[in-house]
Protein backbone atom coordinates (compact mmCIF):
# COMPACT_ATOMS: atom_id res chain seq x y z
CA UNK A 1 0.00 0.00 0.00
CA UNK A 2 1.30 3.36 -0.77
CA UNK A 3 2.58 5.80 1.71
CA UNK A 4 3.04 8.98 1.87
CA UNK A 5 5.26 11.15 4.41
CA UNK A 6 5.81 15.15 4.63
CA UNK A 7 8.52 16.64 6.34
CA UNK A 8 10.54 19.90 6.72
CA UNK A 9 7.37 22.00 7.66
CA UNK A 10 7.88 24.36 9.94
CA UNK A 11 7.59 28.63 10.86
CA UNK A 12 9.78 31.01 9.14
CA UNK A 13 9.91 34.94 8.17
CA UNK A 14 8.73 36.14 5.54
CA UNK A 15 11.75 35.84 2.76
CA UNK A 16 12.81 32.43 3.32
CA UNK A 17 13.34 29.30 2.80
CA UNK A 18 12.08 25.67 3.20
CA UNK A 19 12.28 22.35 1.51
CA UNK A 20 9.76 19.98 1.85
CA UNK A 21 10.36 16.25 1.32
CA UNK A 22 7.51 13.47 0.59
CA UNK A 23 8.58 9.68 1.04
CA UNK A 24 6.74 7.44 -0.91
CA UNK A 25 6.98 3.50 -0.06
CA UNK A 26 4.89 0.81 -0.93
CA UNK A 27 5.26 0.43 -4.76
CA UNK A 28 7.68 1.63 -7.43
CA UNK A 29 8.22 5.17 -7.24
CA UNK A 30 9.09 5.92 -10.38
CA UNK A 31 5.62 5.04 -11.78
CA UNK A 32 4.03 7.61 -9.99
CA UNK A 33 2.96 11.44 -10.56
CA UNK A 34 3.63 13.75 -7.94
CA UNK A 35 1.54 16.85 -7.22
CA UNK A 36 1.65 19.08 -3.42
CA UNK A 37 -1.40 20.89 -2.37
CA UNK A 38 -1.73 23.34 0.61
CA UNK A 39 -4.75 24.41 2.13
CA UNK A 40 -5.12 27.65 4.73
CA UNK A 41 -7.41 28.10 7.22
CA UNK A 42 -11.15 28.47 6.56
CA UNK A 43 -9.72 27.86 2.65
CA UNK A 44 -10.34 25.06 0.10
CA UNK A 45 -7.33 23.14 -1.00
CA UNK A 46 -5.71 24.57 -3.77
CA UNK A 47 -3.04 23.48 -6.43
CA UNK A 48 0.51 24.46 -5.52
CA UNK A 49 2.68 21.83 -8.16
CA UNK A 50 2.93 18.55 -9.54
CA UNK A 51 5.59 16.69 -11.69
CA UNK A 52 5.32 13.73 -13.67
CA UNK A 53 6.69 10.42 -13.09
CA UNK A 54 9.32 10.75 -15.12
CA UNK A 55 10.27 14.17 -13.37
CA UNK A 56 10.31 15.66 -17.04
CA UNK A 57 7.64 17.97 -16.85
CA UNK A 58 6.74 19.88 -14.21
CA UNK A 59 4.26 22.59 -13.50
CA UNK A 60 3.59 25.42 -10.93
CA UNK A 61 0.49 27.41 -9.68
CA UNK A 62 1.22 31.14 -10.79
CA UNK A 63 0.94 32.05 -7.04
CA UNK A 64 4.28 30.38 -6.56
CA UNK A 65 5.63 30.80 -9.75
CA UNK A 66 9.16 31.80 -9.22
CA UNK A 67 9.47 31.56 -5.97
CA UNK A 68 9.07 27.67 -5.84
CA UNK A 69 10.48 24.31 -7.36
CA UNK A 70 9.16 20.89 -7.31
CA UNK A 71 12.03 17.86 -8.04
CA UNK A 72 11.51 14.01 -7.91
CA UNK A 73 14.32 11.43 -7.60
CA UNK A 74 13.64 8.37 -8.06
CA UNK A 75 16.45 6.65 -6.65
CA UNK A 76 15.61 8.18 -2.94
CA UNK A 77 11.58 7.75 -3.48
CA UNK A 78 11.38 11.31 -2.77
CA UNK A 79 9.94 14.53 -4.26
CA UNK A 80 11.00 17.62 -2.68
CA UNK A 81 9.03 21.20 -2.51
CA UNK A 82 11.95 24.23 -2.53
CA UNK A 83 10.17 26.98 -1.44
CA UNK A 84 11.69 30.72 -1.79
CA UNK A 85 11.29 33.88 -0.94
CA UNK A 86 8.83 32.65 1.11
CA UNK A 87 5.82 34.99 2.29
CA UNK A 88 2.46 34.76 4.87
CA UNK A 89 0.25 34.00 2.27
CA UNK A 90 1.93 30.78 1.92
CA UNK A 91 1.14 29.47 5.41
CA UNK A 92 -0.80 26.41 4.77
CA UNK A 93 -0.87 23.10 5.46
CA UNK A 94 1.03 21.36 3.01
CA UNK A 95 0.06 17.83 1.08
CA UNK A 96 1.75 15.80 -0.70
CA UNK A 97 -0.47 13.34 -3.27
CA UNK A 98 0.43 10.52 -5.59
CA UNK A 99 -0.85 9.18 -8.61
CA UNK A 100 -0.32 6.47 -10.58
CA UNK A 101 0.71 6.38 -14.33
CA UNK A 102 0.35 4.62 -17.17
CA UNK A 103 3.67 4.16 -19.37
CA UNK A 104 1.74 6.48 -22.78
CA UNK A 105 1.42 9.11 -20.00
CA UNK A 106 4.44 8.98 -18.34
CA UNK A 107 5.40 12.64 -19.59
CA UNK A 108 2.81 14.43 -17.61
CA UNK A 109 1.86 15.90 -14.45
CA UNK A 110 -1.67 16.47 -13.14
CA UNK A 111 -2.66 19.62 -11.26
CA UNK A 112 -6.24 18.37 -9.75
CA UNK A 113 -6.43 17.28 -6.44
CA UNK A 114 -9.28 14.74 -7.77
CA UNK A 115 -6.31 12.64 -10.05
CA UNK A 116 -4.55 11.57 -7.04
CA UNK A 117 -5.53 8.72 -4.74
CA UNK A 118 -2.98 8.56 -2.33
CA UNK A 119 -2.03 11.66 -0.01
CA UNK A 120 -0.41 12.58 2.90
CA UNK A 121 -0.57 13.79 6.19
CA UNK A 122 0.16 17.01 5.67
CA UNK A 123 3.24 19.58 7.11
CA UNK A 124 2.14 22.81 8.51
CA UNK A 125 3.95 25.70 7.22
CA UNK A 126 3.66 29.05 9.01
CA UNK A 127 5.31 31.91 7.42
CA UNK A 128 5.36 35.58 9.54
CA UNK A 129 5.57 39.21 8.49
Known amino acids: QVQLVESGGGLMQAGGSLRLSCAFS????????MGWFRQAPGKAREFVSA????????ALADSVKGRFTISKDNAKNTVYLQMNSLKPEDTAVYYC??????????????????????WGQGTQVTVSS
Open 97 to 118: AARLSRLSNSGNYFVASAEYGY
Open 26 to 33: GHQFSTYA
Open 51 to 58: ISSTGSSA
